[in-house]
């Protein structure tokens, strides 16, 4: 008994240390991922961008992986009811989330939120982003953004813009740009982007920053001056409009953007499993085709370059709410 005893513990430790148990994969490990349904969390309602993307993604991941992924709708309180609940999931693998800049970038009007946008999760990576446009109702007579800037100085708190909501990325754009500016326009909210738009295309409110789907029409009829545009580089689909930086706000930069991340603690090999598939299918002709065509552009990369875009983004936003005033919700 004594040299069986002694015996045993010596077999496991030469099986432990052979490449063949080596190479037998573990439930945690990227060799066997995924071995059962995955949930990719939508932290908005169906028919929201986050949605849309979440659903391209999961139909793709099932094609390529032979196992259901689903998209679950979990919305609320700005994305937070949604991020919070992948947060708080069991770090494997098989709940992600479709992280956007209104659940995770603009963390700061949440007043309980129930989750760290950097330290709770893990990155896997950034998918697309959008730029938007800063439109002007004909009544206003600028043409640039210096001569709008001009003109709010000269006229100030009476220059009314309009947004999709309190903490909306159109509102927070347009802070962002009001600091930049040092100017003072007056925030007007409606409930959603259409509400926006209506007022701006009757001139009840002068200015707005909106997305470039649905501003291009507007602007091809005469109904609406796009005076910049929000990204680093001009649109495709506006060539001839100068970005913001290039007008006259050097620095000025804005995206609406998505991104899928998972719960912190989340293995790295898996990680990097879904990063290189999530990688592969953005940019796939098919889903390029379609995000393009949405307005957006493809803004793929390695999880440790997502993780520094949300460090920023996070930041960024932070600063904007404190200097407008805004107050947590």
């Given at each position: 008994?004594?040299?069986?005893?002694?015996?045993?513990?010596?077999?496991?430790?030469?099986?432990?240390?052979?490449?063949?148990?080596?190479?037998?994969?573990?439930?945690?490990?990227?060799?066997?991922?995924?071995?059962?349904?995955?949930?990719?969390?939508?932290p908005f309602s169906p028919g929201a961008s986050t949605d849309i993307v979440g659903r391209l993604l999961a139909s793709k991941l099932t094609e390529s992986w032979g196992q259901p992924v689903l998209v679950e709708n979990r919305p609320g309180a700005g994305g937070s009811i949604g991020a919070?609940?992948?947060?708080?999931?069991?770090?494997?693998?098989?709940?992600?989330?479709?992280?956007?800049?209104?659940?995770?970038?603009?963390?700061?009007?949440?007043?309980?939120?129930?989750?760290?946008?950097?330290?709770?999760?893990?990155?896997?990576?950034?998918?697309?982003?959008?730029?938007?446009?800063l439109a002007a109702h004909p009544s206003i007579p600028a043409t640039t953004v210096k001569q709008l800037i001009a003109i709010a100085r000269s006229r100030p708190g009476k220059l009314n813009y309009s947004s999709s909501g309190i903490g909306a990325p159109s509102h927070l754009a347009m802070e962002q740009f009001n600091s930049m500016a040092r100017v003072k326009t007056v925030?007007?909210?409606?409930?959603?982007?259409?509400?926006?738009?209506?007022?701006?295309?009757?001139?009840?409110?002068?200015?707005?920053?909106?997305?470039?789907?649905?501003?291009?029409?507007?602007?091809?009829?005469?109904?609406?001056?796009?005076?910049?545009?929000t990204g680093r580089s001009r649109m495709t689909e506006l060539p001839e409009v100068p970005t913001m930086s290039e007008a006259g706000l050097p620095g000025y930069e804005v995206y609406v953007w998505y991104g899928v991340?998972?719960?912190?603690?989340?293995?790295?090999?898996?990680?990097?499993?879904?990063?290189?598939?999530?990688?592969?299918?953005?940019?796939?002709?098919?889903?390029?085709?379609?995000?393009?065509?949405?307005?957006?552009e493809l803004a793929t990369g390695s999880p440790e370059a997502?993780?520094?875009?949300?460090?920023?983004?996070?930041?960024?936003?932070?600063?904007?709410?404190?200097?407008?005033?805004?107050?947590?919700?």
């Open positions: 008994m004594k040299n069986r005893s002694v015996a045993i513990p010596c077999l496991l430790a030469l099986l432990l240390a052979s490449p063949a148990y080596a190479q037998i994969p573990s439930a945690a490990s990227g060799q066997a991922y995924p071995a059962k349904p995955i949930k990719i969390v939508a919070a609940y992948a947060a708080k999931s069991a770090p494997d693998g098989y709940t992600l989330l479709m992280g956007s800049v209104g659940s995770i970038g603009t963390i700061g009007l949440r007043k309980n939120a129930q989750y760290d946008p950097v330290k709770d999760f893990a990155p896997i990576t950034l998918g697309v982003r959008a730029a938007s446009v925030h007007v909210p409606y409930k959603g982007p259409s509400e926006a738009m209506t007022d701006l295309l009757t001139g009840r409110v002068e200015v707005s920053i909106q997305s470039v789907l649905s501003t291009l029409t507007h602007y091809r009829s005469g109904r609406l001056r796009v005076i910049a545009t991340m998972a719960p912190a603690g989340t293995p790295a090999d898996i990680v990097t499993k879904l990063n290189q598939e999530l990688v592969r299918i953005f940019n796939l002709p098919d889903v390029k085709a379609r995000l393009l065509a949405q307005g957006g997502f993780a520094d875009f949300i460090r920023k983004d996070v930041a960024k936003w932070n600063k904007v709410i404190r200097d407008a005033g805004i107050q947590p919700i």
